[in-house]
């Protein structure tokens, strides 16, 4: 594996969160982590990978937006779990605003909306 990989580990409201740099984007599989949300800040699932996943059966809100991940950076996504993921325009998963479906093995490029938070499984 060329170069070191930097792993960031964040915890929220019974999600798990994982920030690391992209690998090079295979149209084919461009997120192999199982049951995980994998997000990109590049089109094309490009550039780097940020993953929520809850930590329950019941799901969980992440707010992108704490983790710098709000405001538009989110590009590109791949949902990886059986159960539908949503990104909202708001910071707290409410419908208020515009918000986007990620079906299951879904992979989205561009991302529709200007997400600041995320509901996973």
Do not use: E
């Not at 084919?28 to 699932?45: N, Q, V």
């Not at 937006?65 to 950076?73: C, L, M, P, V």
């Amino acid at each position: 594996m060329p170069g070191k990989w930097l792993r960031t580990t964040v915890a929220v409201a019974a999600a798990a969160a994982t920030l690391l740099p992209a690998s090079p984007a295979n149209a084919a599989s461009p997120c192999t982590i199982s049951g995980a949300l994998c997000l990109y800040d590049g089109p094309g699932f490009t550039g780097n990978l940020f993953t929520a996943s809850a930590l329950t059966p019941a799901g969980v809100c992440v707010n992108l937006a704490a983790h710098g991940w709000g405001g538009g950076r989110v590009k590109s996504a791949v949902n990886r779990n059986a159960k539908t993921a949503v990104l909202y325009a708001s910071t707290n998963c409410t419908t208020g605003g515009p918000f986007q479906y990620v079906f299951p093995n879904q992979l989205v490029s561009p991302v529709g909306v200007t997400a600041n938070s995320a509901f996973v499984y």
